[in-house]
């Protein structure tokens, strides 16, 4: 049996959260690009 390890190898892994607060819906969305991390930021 072979085991896969961090799932699909084509995509980066990425973190999606959504926040509520007073000022409306806000989504975080956070990317590690080539050890890099991208940080978006989205108000609804």
């Known amino acids: ?3 896969e390890s961090g ?3 084509g995509e980066p892994p ?3 959260i959504l926040l509520d ?3 409306g819906l806000l989504m975080v969305e956070i ?3 080539e050890n890099c991390i991208s940080i ?3 108000k609804f």
């Open 1 to 3: 049996m072979e085991m």
């Open 7 to 9: 799932g699909s190898h």
């Open 21 to 23: 607060s007073e000022e």
């Open 14 to 16: 990425w973190l999606l």
């Open 31 to 33: 990317r590690t690009i």
């Open 40 to 42: 978006t930021l989205s």
